[in-house]
């Protein structure tokens, strides 16, 4: 079997350069040497170890994404960018008939679905890519559905953990508050303690210093409401590693739909481990 093209967009970008660094050594991966960046971002190229990747502008996009059809073929694109530019960047994929992983969070998640649906081409849209997680958010999604008052009358306090160039909420915590809703849970999102500060992050979390700048540290706390009960659930991820696996299994997975003839469908990470890459 031939490997997937993939073309790891967000570069040079720290998620984005984790994941690209191990799709070089994955047997059926093929990385594209050419990525899409932002306006932002200085200078033409990025290296990856012995590996050079060229970066694209926006406003040259349209014209290479042509040249790399006509030498490379069919590829999928992995996006992990900016949350300010997933919409446009999905309108991009879309038109472009491009199968798309969208790993970046923010945006407008209702339009960037619809979008998918008008198109002929189908993505996988996730906020988090750690497998584990995945499932321990299906698992959570079983309970909101069979048991919609298990939690009713408990208050929470949901605090994340994120490096200090996070932009948004994560997106992990707010679909997390989604199902604890469905449990009897009455919790907004805008009540997340959202954590960006490095010394906060040392002194009081105890946060490693090695990954302050690339971890994601979860903890929901439950307690009922005479005190007398807590329940508390914590998950805590160091480095980036841990993304590029699933990530992987969604490109390869989405290949599999692209191969089916499957268009105009939105899958997530569920979907992704509901089938196991072979």
């Given amino acids: 079997m031939s490997p997937i093209k993939m073309m790891m967009n967000g570069l040079p970008g720290k998620v984005s350069a984790t994941i690209a660094t191990h799709a070089i050594s994955h047997p059926q991966i093929e990385l594209l040497p050419y990525a899409l960046t932002g306006p932002e971002i200085e200078g033409s190229e990025t290296r990856l170890g012995d590996t050079t990747i060229t970066l694209v502008k926006p406003e040259r996009r349209d014209t290479l994404v042509s040249e790399l059809k006509r030498t490379y073929g069919d590829f999928i694109c992995v996006d992990f960018t900016h949350p300010s530019a997933v919409n446009d960047n999905a309108e991009f994929y879309c038109a472009q008939q491009l199968p798309f992983v969208m790993g970046t969070t923010g945006g407008d998640r209702v339009k960037l679905q619809q979008t998918v649906e008008a198109s002929s081409i189908p993505a996988v849209i996730a906020p988090n890519m750690a497998k584990q997680i995945v499932g321990l958010q299906a698992m959570m999604a079983y309970g909101g559905e069979q048991f919609p008052t ?96 699933g990530t992987f299994d969604a490109v390869l997975f989405l290949a599999g739909q692209v191969a089916a003839g499957v268009s105009g469908r939105v899958y997530s990470m569920i979907d992704v481990l509901r089938q196991p890459p072979v």
Avoid: C
Avoid at 221 to 238: A, C, E, K, M, Y
């Fill in 150 to 245: 298990l939690f009713r009358g408990y208050q929470m306090r949901l605090e994340e953990s994120h490096q200090q160039g996070k932009a948004d909420t994560s997106g992990t915590a707010k679909a997390m508050v989604t199902y604890f809703n469905q449990m009897g849970i009455e919790f907004d999102t805008d009540q997340i303690v959202q954590v960006r500060d490095p010394e906060v992050q040392r002194r009081e979390w105890g946060i490693p210093e090695a990954h302050l700048g690339g971890h994601g540290w979860h903890t929901y706390t439950l307690t009922s409401s005479d005190g007398t009960v807590t329940f508390q659930i914590r998950h805590n991820v160091n480095g980036r590693d841990v993304y590029a696996e």
